[in-house]
């Protein structure tokens, strides 16, 4: 069984948690005090993950770590029909994939500072959100133009979607107002209304109908 070092409040362990489920994987949760313990940063976690970041697996006597190196992992490995990383379209993928990294580095960033007190360049990490949003608006606009629901021109999710989510979602626990971004808002509607979406403390869930990705 999956191993699955777990924080319920990383946007980071949520994709994991969110891809776990979609593909019917069993797992055990094992969670790590990120705040106020810190035990990512013990000699037990650090033996699993030396960059004492979250999350991390542990599948078949091997460990991967990373959020979206592991997205790769579990739709490669689990995902039979190809749909969460699709063969034709992996360049775009992992465009998104490098795209989430930035959103950590920004607007999860910026929540780090307001909800847990870390010291960094709050101001300059909303900026940068502000500006990857715009990007990201932008391109789901012309998407929404062109007759595609997702950041992929594909009629159903991708481990793009995943990656980019949560932290998108969770902007405004770090100051960032999501209002201005419509098309950011849609797209995390849709997000949110598939089968299985269960959120995490700081996303506001939406009470529709579910649909199937």
């Known amino acids: ?16 948690r969110f891809l776990l489920e979609q593909l019917g994987l069993e797992y055990q949760s094992i969670l790590v005090d990120f705040y106020p313990g810190y035990e990512h940063k013990s000699p037990r976690f650090l033996n699993i993950n030396p960059l004492g970041q979250l999350p991390a697996i542990m599948d078949k006597g091997q460990a991967v770590r990373d959020a979206q190196a592991i997205l ?4 490669a490995a689990y995902d039979k029909s190809g749909k969460w990383f699709p063969r034709d379209h992996q360049g775009e993928v992992y465009q998104w994939l490098a795209f989430a990294d930035q959103l950590t580095g920004s607007i999860s960033a910026a929540r780090l500072h307001d909800a847990m007190f870390y010291r960094l360049d709050v101001s300059k990490a909303r900026t940068e959100g502000i500006k990857l949003l715009r990007i990201i608006d932008e391109h789901l606009w012309f ?14 999710p991708t481990i793009a979607d995943v990656a980019c989510l949560p932290y998108i979602a969770l902007a405004e626990e770090g100051g960032i107002d999501l209002a201005p971004f419509f098309s950011v808002s849609r797209w995390m509607e849709r997000f949110m209304r598939l089968e299985k979406f269960k959120p995490m403390p700081g996303m506001m869930p939406l009470q529709m109908p579910k649909e199937t990705p």
Do not use: T
Request: hydrophobic fraction near 40%.
């Open 72 to 75: 790769v992992y579990l739709a």
């Open 1 to 16: 069984m999956i191993q699955f070092h777990d924080y319920p409040l990383s946007g980071n362990c949520f994709k994991v």
């Open 143 to 156: 998407a929404e133009k062109d007759g595609h629901d997702w950041l992929l021109p594909l009629p159903h």
